[in-house]
T-cell receptor
């Protein structure tokens, strides 16, 4: 069975600090997708990134970066120079490569950036 | 691109009534739509998966007769909560995947907050 664990329930940092959100996953599939979504207080989930299991290249998008390591089954998300607008709940998710592509979500990490 | 809307955004109803929630893909054709439920401070729980023109596939423990899902077109899916009760109060979110540039990604609607009195 697929499982996603986000061990950090809540994180609080001061603006401009760097912060890393951890995500560990379990799957028996050899090919799969990993995702990060942001859920601000408004409730809508905003897609941030999708990563294929066969592509372990790290990715950087502005202040956001993602570190994918198959050896440790982790897909961590780092925000550099955090801003108050980054405050949200962040979900890591996993789906199979083919078929229904159902998403299995982690429990989410509530990130609070204090001014 | 890949915008999903939901209507209504918030609904309050009396116990025993039925509530319909619409989910639309605005700029792409959604071959598959998903319905989730989220309780406060919890993660999303998948309720059902629907493909256009066919019956929805419900997750274990989700009552098919209570949560009616229709996916009649490539841009619209509806969730009807029949005979709603206070325990059905929740945040319902739909997502869609399909012919947008990234067909393997689900794009989410803004959600509908349902309060049953």
């Amino acid at each position: 069975a697929q499982k996603v664990t986000q061990a950090q329930t809540e994180i609080s940092v001061v603006e401009k600090e760097d912060v890393t959100l951890d995500c560990v996953y379990e799957t028996r599939d050899t090919t799969y997708y990993l995702f990060w979504y942001k859920q601000p207080p408004s409730g809508e989930l905003v897609f941030l990134i999708r990563r294929n299991s066969f592509d372990e290249q790290n990715e950087i998008s502005g202040r956001y970066s993602w570190n994918f390591q198959k050896s440790t089954s982790s897909f961590n998300f780092t925000i550099t120079a955090s801003q108050v607008v980054d405050s949200a709940v962040y979900f890591c998710a996993l789906s199979d490569y083919q078929g229904a592509q159902k998403l299995v979500f982690g429990q989410g990490t509530r990130l609070t950036i204090n001014p | 691109g890949a915008v999903v809307s939901q209507h209504p955004s918030r609904v309050i109803c009396k116990s025993g009534t039925s509530v319909k929630i619409e989910c639309r893909s605005l700029d792409f054709q959604a071959t598959t739509m998903f319905w989730y439920r989220q309780f406060p401070k919890q993660s999303l729980m998948l309720m059902a998966t629907s493909n256009e023109g066919s019956k929805a596939t419900y997750e274990q423990g989700v009552e098919k007769d209570k949560f009616l899902i229709n996916h009649a077109s490539l841009t619209l899916s509806t969730l009807t909560v029949t005979s709603a009760h206070p325990e059905d109060s929740s945040f319902y979110i739909c997502s869609a995947s399909g012919t947008s540039g990234d067909a393997e990604t689900q794009y989410f609607g803004p959600g509908t907050r349902l309060l049953v009195l």
